[in-house]
Nanobody, 126 residues
């Protein structure tokens, strides 16, 4: 069964850090780009960051560049999103997502996503 299991969300003060994890199973990990979308109440789901597992290529939305770092541990079938210098506008539910990675045409839309995680809440207080 395909699963993307997320962890690491929580409450943090502005300027703080969190690390999200997404553990994948049930599909060929190396054939996908894996990362996160996020969705705040009343807003559309937007892409955050993705990594192409097979070659390590990364993509970051403009608002995240310089603050977020995505990485993968292929032995664990797990992707990590290190989020630094968090801002209140980063508050959202973060959904891990897997996109078939041939080619790697990030940024992605929600229609590109093959598999979704359950979501994890990130709240940044001011």
């Amino acid at each position: 069964e395909v699963q993307l299991v997320e962890s690491g969300g929580g409450l943090v003060q502005a300027g703080g850090s969190l690390r999200l994890s997404c553990a994948a199973s049930g599909f060929t990990f190396e054939n996908y780009a894996i990362g996160w979308f996020r969705q705040a109440p009343g807003k559309e789901r937007e892409g955050v960051s993705f990594i192409s597992v097979n070659d390590g290529k990364t993509h970051y939305a403009d608002a995240m560049k310089g603050r977020f770092t995505i990485s993968s541990d292929n032995a664990k079938n797990t992707v990590y999103l290190q989020m630094n210098r968090l801002k209140p506008e980063d508050t959202a539910v973060y959904f891990c997502a897997a996109v078939y990675d041939s080619p790697f045409p990030a940024p992605y839309s929600v229609y590109d996503v093959n598999y979704w995680g359950q979501g994890t809440q990130v709240t940044v207080s001011s």
